[in-house]
């Protein structure tokens, strides 16, 4: 009897051990089970803005377990897609085009983030750019985005510049440093008279400095090369992900949903970005939101900007975007 009794017993542990496993959401083998996990790198910065509500909020999309990751800088932004540690990536679009012309199996999805550059100083420019004559204008790193469009922006409006760490009569004088704060602290000190940086860290500038923004580096590129042809970063699928058409329309839906749930949940913008290991310490408004200049436009929608773009960088360094204009296949295609 107490044999049965025992062999009873187990069974009914058993079957018990068996409904709490199906019933376990970490069991992967449950009727529940997850598709995978799907990580989103992104360089810390505005480009952690195109992505907020989904830091935020989203913890599963479309079945998939959402990670996310904020690196400190640009610089491994690729190098995560390359290696499969990102399927998902928040980069600027030459990068994009980059890694694509060196054979990296990417498609760039949308452009989220259309120009963060902006010039700050303690002097209006009256006269816009001919004002910028005889003045040493910082800028944040040789070779870069900024670097470049601020040098298309002279050249198109016929004003001379030259590298120089004081100033050129005649001449825009040149300076380069390594990161806004160092912009920030020469021009605290008037070893400068303008900077060019992005924001964030133009809201930042202005206040340790007491100055101004004094150009929208944006619009002088438009107004140059065309509306909306400032088509800064974007996000990019790698292989792992982009065959996977729900996932794909379902992480645009929700890009789709950032531009209007940041403005509504701004006061919380900064918090969760530290929370979530950001560097930033900004306080976002309506009108810091606004200068990040945030959409979620379809790259193949606006593949002739997108190339627009390309075109004027590769005239200052062609390495920026691997030597050519990408072709079509760089461009997800929505049904």
Avoid: H
């Avoid at 040789?142 to 470049?148: A, F, K, L, T, V």
């Avoid at 510049?161 to 021009?187: F, M």
Wanted: a negative charge; one cysteine or more; aromatic letters at 8%.
């Amino acid at each position: 009897m107490k044999k049965l009794f025992a062999i009873i017993l187990t069974l009914i542990l058993t079957a018990s051990m068996l409904s709490l496993v199906a019933c376990d959401p970490n069991n992967t083998d449950g009727p529940n089970t997850p598709k995978g996990t799907i990580t989103v790198a992104m360089p810390d910065g505005a480009p952690v803005l195109a992505v907020y509500n989904l830091l935020k909020n989203v913890k599963t999309l479309d079945g998939y377990q959402m990670e996310y990751k904020i690196l400190s800088g640009a610089a491994n932004i690729g190098t995560s897609v390359l290696t499969g540690e990102a399927d998902v990536a928040v980069m600027p679009t030459n990068v994009a085009a980059k890694l694509f012309n060196n054979g990296a199996d990417i498609k760039l999805m949308s452009v989220n983030i259309f120009g963060v550059l902006y010039m700050v100083g303690k002097t209006p420019l009256t006269n816009g750019l001919e004002d910028l004559k005889g003045k040493v204008l910082l800028n944040i790193g040789r070779g870069g985005s900024p670097d470049i469009t601020t040098k298309l922006i002279l050249d198109k409006n016929n004003i001379p510049y030259e590298e120089s760490e004081t100033a050129i009569e005649g001449k825009v004088a040149l300076r380069y440093c390594a990161d806004a704060s160092e912009v920030i602290a020469l021009l605290k000190t008037d070893k400068a008279d303008y900077g060019v940086m992005g924001e964030p860290a133009v809201t930042n500038a202005v206040k340790a400095l007491s100055a101004s923004i004094v150009m929208d580096l944006q619009s002088v590129w438009n107004d140059s090369v065309g509306e909306n042809s400032f088509t800064q970063a974007g996000v990019v699928l790698g292989k792992s992900v982009y065959n996977d058409k729900n996932f794909v329309n379902a992480l645009y839906a929700a890009l789709n949903e950032n531009l209007d749930y940041i403005y509504t949940d701004a006061q919380n913008v900064k918090q969760t970005l530290i929370d979530n290991g950001s560097a930033l310490k900004v306080d976002f408004t309506t009108e810091v939101l606004n200068r990040c200049n945030l959409k979620n436009q379809k790259a193949a929608d606006i593949q002739s900007k997108l190339e627009a773009y390309f075109t004027e960088v590769m005239a200052y360094d062609k390495t920026f975007i691997g030597g050519k204009i990408p072709n079509a296949d760089l461009y997800y295609k929505f049904d």
